[in-house]
């Protein structure tokens, strides 16, 4: 298994709009269904709009071959999604 963990500062007033996209059946969680090797997301809220994800791929083979097949679908929903978060971090990657 490999798994992705982000974290995510939301902007005040954002985070149903977060929620939607970020979540097990949301915006992002759509593209990544397009792999085969994805397996799951999880959402967490903290304190202060802070947020969790966690993207569960079989290996870290398919989380490659999934990015190499869909970089710019990836990177525009990025830059879409940019305007509901103040900053983002990617916490780490572990298999």
Known sequence: ??????????????ATEFERHYGPEGTWAALFRQSSGYVRTELFRGDD????????????????????????????????MESLTEREEAIATTT
């Open 1 to 14: 298994m490999f798994v992705t963990v982000w974290k995510f500062v939301v902007k005040p007033g954002s």
């Open 49 to 80: 709009n802070a947020y969790l994800t966690i993207d569960y791929w079989v290996n870290a083979d398919a989380f490659r071959d999934f990015r190499d097949a869909h970089g710019a679908d990836y990177e525009r929903l990025d830059a879409q």
